[in-house]
């Protein structure tokens, strides 16, 4: 596939301190960009990371038709490049854009554009523990015309920002009872823009309380425990991990479904089912509730402190053979291309 | 207030068809945009419409940051300039925004920002009957950073696009069934930019068979008629007029209340309460369906021919005293400065 390849001039690269990087608001020195008009996808082309021209009138602004993908880069100690399960991005962004009437994007345009910018950019991926490129593929309707239909025009976007590993400190959750995040029917599935501009404002009056995050219930009874802002949620009873299944309410994390597999290779007792609000607080009166962990792949894995639930507060316990350290050190082996990969997650670039 | 003003050199005025306007594509020769950072919104300006600099990384393209208004500004023979409850306008765009934890934009912004504006462009606010400016006003997080969170940085914008009588052509709906436009504790009630993109696809299926829009039920059971894609829906059944009551989920349109108030002041029998599909389905079995409508900015009122829902297809009856066509134009006198205006709807510029 033609790529056209301007590259830039002098790489910011030395002026970036990698020892202190705020998640998303370095990037790299290039930016893939493919068009979509008159019902094909253009030539992509790999351009200095910078500002773009959009018409004020475009319709990603007005009627919100913006998907993403959150995926890294891996580096191991011989400076080969890793993916993790990239296939499972690709296919998701281009689910999520079905929902919302965009063009699907090729898996050329995907693969080898995001192949070539990682070469381009290959500098930027730092190896040793905790380092990766955090990479954001997104498509937007970027026609300038406002009548409440699909556009006709889009560009697909991919830009790099270095990470490091990922701490977000304690975390405290409020089950929802109010507020919701999606319904049945909807597009709580998509990794679609709107869904997160929806969901600040529920978790800043959680803030408020003292809460990092809300996981989501579903909207029709607030009984059944669905998702975090951005990670799926596990909850451990006794010895045995359970998770919401996917619908059309929660998005299909990599990590998640990652997890699961796991569970199974490692022969802990997973059920993915219907979680009830009454059941987690009973397991945690009863001190049955040993951990509750987010998962998702800017964090890998985030364990859960406590949470609230109406006038209800929790604690869990501290716990030294945790579920959440297991499989985060599996699945950071693997990522990083430490551990054996029986499955063919990595993919090696 | 200080507005900061560029004028355009050459008006593109004589280049436009006024006769043949699709709706949205073209716009005036200015635009107001304002920006917000570090806490506060600076200096409004007037300038030349155009394409604008963003940032890849802006939320607004990442996590649907993102709400709007739709108004009109209307030309009488004396060739005074009028709006129709632009409070009401400028009030749902800071509840809208406010869902999104996007921060309110001052009056004097909106509406000096606003008045001035259409000063510049007066010439291209037409006069005759169907003829207006459709007015967009809208508020975008354009910061440059991708983590989940709420922006700092904003950008108030006011672009004004000619529109004429606008005519949809014959619409017939269809009563949703597995798809769903938002949820209880959602921001259905918000004018949010994804709950638009959201309604694409399912309408698109809708278009495959033949009909023009949906008329969105609620998520849970289905069972009671909310709003359509961009306007709020009434249902007469014998002399009776019925609308759903405004909730979470549906937009509180300007239109649709305007309408409750006429009805009451000409003492038409109105009910404002849910409206569940079997009683519309039943009403239409008996020839008690007189009539359907849509209502909102863009079309004033839209009547709606027939409906399907599961397997079921209803056509309603041609009527000649419509409510409809009396509302309508109950509206447009008011709008054009023909007809009395008791509730001082009618702002002059
Ligand atoms: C809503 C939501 N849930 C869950 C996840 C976790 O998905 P993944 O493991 O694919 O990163 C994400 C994204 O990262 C998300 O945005
Ligand atoms: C979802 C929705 N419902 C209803 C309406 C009608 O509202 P209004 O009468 O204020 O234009 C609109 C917008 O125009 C809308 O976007």
Same mark, same amino acid.
Do not use: K, L, P
């Given at each position: 596939m033609n790529i056209d390849i301007e590259l830039i001039q002098d790489s910011k690269l030395n002026t970036v301190d990698f020892n202190n990087l705020a998640f998303g608001r370095i990037f790299t020195d290039h930016m893939l960009v493919c068009d979509f008009a008159n019902g094909e996808w253009k030539t992509p082309k790999i351009m200095p990371y910078g500002p773009m021209l959009f018409e004020p009138s475009a319709r990603v602004f007005h009627y919100g038709q913006a998907v993403f993908e959150g995926m890294k880069a891996y580096k191991d100690d011989n400076d080969d490049v890793f993916l993790f399960r990239p296939d499972e991005n690709f296919n998701r962004i281009n689910k999520s854009g079905e929902r919302l009437a965009m063009p699907t994007v090729p898996e050329d345009v995907f693969f080898e554009g995001l192949k070539k910018l990682l070469e381009v950019d290959n500098a930027w991926i730092k190896k040793g523990e905790g380092n990766s490129l955090y990479i954001r593929p997104f498509i937007i *309707? #970027?026609?300038? *015309?406002? #009548?409440a239909s699909p556009a006709e025009e889009y560009k697909f976007i991919i830009i790099c920002s270095p990470a490091q590993s990922y701490y977000a400190g304690e975390v405290r959750v409020i089950f929802a009872e109010k507020y919701s995040r999606s319904a049945d029917g909807g597009v709580g599935f998509a990794k679609a823009a709107g869904n997160y501009a929806a969901q600040f404002y529920p978790t800043s009056l959680a803030h408020k309380e003292g809460y990092q995050q809300i996981v989501w219930t579903d909207a029709s009874t607030h009984e059944f425990l669905e998702e975090a802002g951005t990670m799926n949620v596990f909850f451990r009873i006794g010895d045995k991990l359970v998770t919401a299944p996917t619908s059309d309410r929660i998005l299909d994390g990599v990590t998640r479904k990652s997890i699961v597999q796991l569970a199974k290779d490692f022969n802990i007792d997973i059920e993915v089912r219907r979680v009830s609000v009454t059941e987690i607080k009973e397991a945690a009166k009863k001190g049955e509730l040993k951990e509750m962990f987010g998962s998702g792949t800017a964090a890998v894995i985030n364990p859960i402190k406590g949470f609230k639930h109406q006038n209800d507060t929790f604690e869990l316990p501290e716990i030294s053979d945790s579920y959440a350290s297991f499989f985060k050190e599996k699945l950071l082996g693997i990522q990083y291309n430490k551990l054996e990969d029986k499955h063919n997650w990595r993919v090696k670039l």
């Open positions: *309707a #970027s026609e300038g *015309a406002i #009548s």
